[in-house]
């Protein structure tokens, strides 16, 4: 295929003047120096900081700093105590006991408590919240029942006794652990829930926090934002930045030159082909882990042919993945070889996940052009017209659908349509849920160091991010083994998890196109930071500036 995306030269040029450098002098005081205060973005507006209906990676950066869970991932990839002064594991898998720290305090000085903790693990069960994590507590004792209504989220197998929290598991679960770091996980004061009502979560001062630092000045639209010491965390003699101040930006050029004019202290170089071109030679230049994936969902319950194999299958077959990677993405990220991202985490002989599960998508034209016209003649309704949607925030996703409307259109000819839907993510992502496209290209970063991360994601044809509703028997079975009977079986496990990758790319449930990696510039003279491949990706609770 002919490339079809062009850089803009000029663009290069201007993104690269200034090296990293910046002229205080054109600005006044320089923020770049400020001890007290730090100063980073997010590409996308909050969503919510209603802990349970937590979905997406931009709100939550900002609760991942604010709100403090039971345990927390150190600079090794390491979980440590948090709220929890310590933590055990039966040698059964089955039960999880926590200790928690004595005299914990919410933000505005009342006492945090282990009820707090079984009431935000009773009200993600609960159907009524419709968290979309709720799934994810599928091991603990009764949580099924609860989603199916059968039994109360009283009965759910989380309990307090005086500092120490129960956790009862209908079978061991190695993940566990890592959802005791998870913001989405963190405790939630009843009386101050119940409080808010329907406006919990929805502004800054309708939230209560039990971080590092407390969150002031959103009003639930606006793009500045700043996050204060919040001093009742129980560590906050060893917070050392009084003020974290935020702001929406979401034209990554606009972040760079901000970057560079020292008025934010990090900023991604990896959202457009140009930008990581030009700037990848910098001297701020910092490269980490990051466990995120790119793929197209196929909307199978509405779409009459999407729901047919061969055409799915056809399109799988028509993405040239490294080619999409190099002219999309300038190689600032990878093709995709599985679902499962590179660098999530480690099978138990030390091979990366994502290469021990891959399971053989290839670019196949011909193979492409024949399957497409069988599937065709099998719906019977003449020429495919096809929506493809993406989110209009991002430089690369607006290259990706560009792309695939290319591959596919130049694949198939007179047989097919594709109309790209450009949107913002708020709107992307309430489409999504709605289930209301034929094709989105969907962005996933995985919340914890275990497969399951992303393989509970389609735990069924309803589950809370199937949003595509595919419905596939030989994958939910490989699922079912993996967190049943094989979860105390490490390498059983990640055969399931391999025997789940080939079910999916069999019957192309979904089309993996990326692998991510992160590239940004940021300051060196800033401290303290944790950065993790999955999660809290940002963890700047001991974050400073020297």
């Known amino acids: 295929m002919k490339k079809w995306q062009k850089w803009t030269t000029a663009a290069v040029v201007v993104l690269a003047v200034g090296g990293g450098t910046h002229a205080a002098g054109l600005w006044g005081s320089d923020p770049s120096a400020d001890k007290d205060t730090l100063n980073y973005s997010i590409p996308a507006e909050i969503q919510t900081l209603d802990t349970s209906k937590l979905t997406d990676a931009n709100s939550g950066t900002i609760l991942g700093n604010t709100e403090a869970n039971l345990l927390r991932t150190d600079n090794k990839g390491e979980v440590q105590p948090n709220l929890a002064k310590s ?3 039966s040698d059964d898998g089955k039960t999880y006991t926590v200790e928690l720290r004595d005299g914990l305090k919410w933000s505005d000085g009342s006492k945090l408590t282990a009820d707090d903790v079984v009431y935000s693990w009773q009200r993600i069960a609960d159907p009524k919240t419709a968290s979309q994590y709720a799934e994810l507590i599928a091991p603990v004792k009764n949580a099924k029942a609860i989603a199916a209504g059968e039994k109360k989220p009283s009965d759910l197998g989380v309990h307090a006794e005086g500092n120490t929290i129960s956790f009862d598991l209908d079978q061991a679960s190695p993940q566990f652990k890592y959802l005791l770091t998870f913001e989405t996980f963190a405790p939630q004061k009843k009386s101050f829930v119940e409080k808010q009502g329907d406006k919990y979560g929805t502004t800054a001062d309708k939230q209560i926090y039990s971080g590092a630092y407390k969150l002031e000045g959103w009003n639930g639209t606006n793009n500045k934002f700043k996050m204060v010491k919040n001093e009742n965390y129980w560590d906050a003699k060893n917070v050392k930045t009084k003020t974290i101040n935020w702001q929406v930006v979401k034209n990554p050029e606009t972040a760079i030159k901000l970057y560079k004019q020292g008025k934010l202290d990090r900023a991604s170089i990896a959202n457009s082909a140009e930008m990581y071109q030009a700037n990848k030679s910098n001297k701020d230049l910092k490269t980490s882990a990051l466990a995120a994936a790119t793929y197209l969902e196929y909307n199978q319950k509405n779409n009459v042919f999407l729901k047919n194999e061969k055409i799915r299958q ?8 490294e080619e999409l990677a190099k002219q999309a993405t300038g190689g600032s990220r990878d093709a995709a070889q599985s679902f499962v991202s590179k660098g999530l985490t480690e099978t138990a002989d030390g091979k990366d996940l994502s ?13 492409a052009q024949e399957l497409f016209k069988q599937g065709i003649a099998e719906v019977g309704q003449g020429k495919m017209k096809v929506t493809l949607e993406t989110d209009a925030d991002s430089p690369i996703a607006k290259a990706t659908v560009d792309y695939i409307k290319q591959a596919f259109e130049s694949t198939f000819g007179s047989d097919i349509e594709v109309t790209e839907k450009v949107v913002p993510f708020k709107q992307r992502l ?48 490989a699922h079912q083994k993996a967190s049943t009977v094989d979860s105390n079986n490490p390498s059983a496990r990640e055969q399931d998890f391999k025997d789940g990758e080939k079910a999916l790319m069999d019957h192309a449930s979904i089309n993996p196109l990326y692998s991510w990696k992160t590239a940004s510039l940021s300051r060196s003279n800033v401290k303290g930071i944790v950065e993790n491949p999955v999660g809290l990706t940002l963890d700047l609770t001991y974050a400073h500036r020297k």
Do not use: M
Not at 314 to 321: E, Q
Not at 355 to 367: H, L
Not at 450 to 471: E, I, M, P, Q, V
């Open 314 to 321: 056809a399109l799988n077959l028509a993405t040239n993945r």
């Open 430 to 477: 309430k489409d999504s849920q709605a289930g209301d496209f034929d094709i989105v290209v969907t962005n996933w970063n995985g919340d914890y160091q275990d497969g399951s991360t992303y393989y509970d994601l389609f735990a069924s044809k309803d589950a809370g991010f199937n949003n595509g509703h595919f419905d596939n028997n030989e994958y939910y079975a």
């Open 355 to 367: 290469d021990f599960v891959k399971p053989g998508y290839t670019y196949d034209k011909a193979k």
């Open 87 to 89: 933590y055990k594991v």
